[in-house]
């Protein structure tokens, strides 16, 4: 079972993608909701060539067709992209997947496909999207680990770096933020910061 880095940031461009990686992040995902099909296909490629010239791991998130062409090799799905996803052709391309679950059942959905990891959220309330579900809680990331076992569980939703220590506490192996970043006034700084407190568990 491979590892994921603990830091895990989600960001919505290739700009982004290439303004962290110089800082030492290991491990991001690309989730870009609203761009025509030609934007997306370049700004995946994009993405994936900054992360291929520093060794770090994209992860493309929902558009798993442009994800194939643009030759990346991890996609994230949520439970509404898993309808229309082809998952034996990501297979036969040797493609990793992550999963979003929010329930048992989506849970128990999520792990009859054999993912590469498991993300639960959201953990805490989150002001980024309209969530049907409530803040799942930090006792709800030791239930889901310990149905899992060794599979990774990435946390997200409201976190923080104060925040996420309790996060790894509670059985998380790695946790995901989008606002913690982004909407700061010096993203810089709270990457780096993020980068001290998680590199031991890396």
Known sequence: MSRLDPFYPVVDSAAWVQRLLPLGVKLVQLRIKDAAGGCLLAEIRAALAACRARAAQLVVNDHWQLALDAGADFVHLGQEDLDGADLPALRRRGVRLGLSTHSDAELERALAQAPDYIALGPVYPT????????????????????????????????????????????????????????????????????????????
């Open 127 to 202: 002001t980024l999207k309209r969530m049907p579900w409530p803040p799942q809680g930090l006792p709800r990331i030791g239930e889901w680990k310990r149905r899992i076992g060794p599979l990774p569980l990435v946390a997200i939703g409201g976190i923080t770096l104060e925040r996420a220590q309790g996060c790894f506490d509670a059985g998380a192996d790695a946790v995901a933020m989008v606002s913690d970043i982004t909407r700061r006034t010096d993203p810089d700084a709270r990457t780096r910061d993020w980068l001290r407190a998680t590199r031991g568990r890396a």
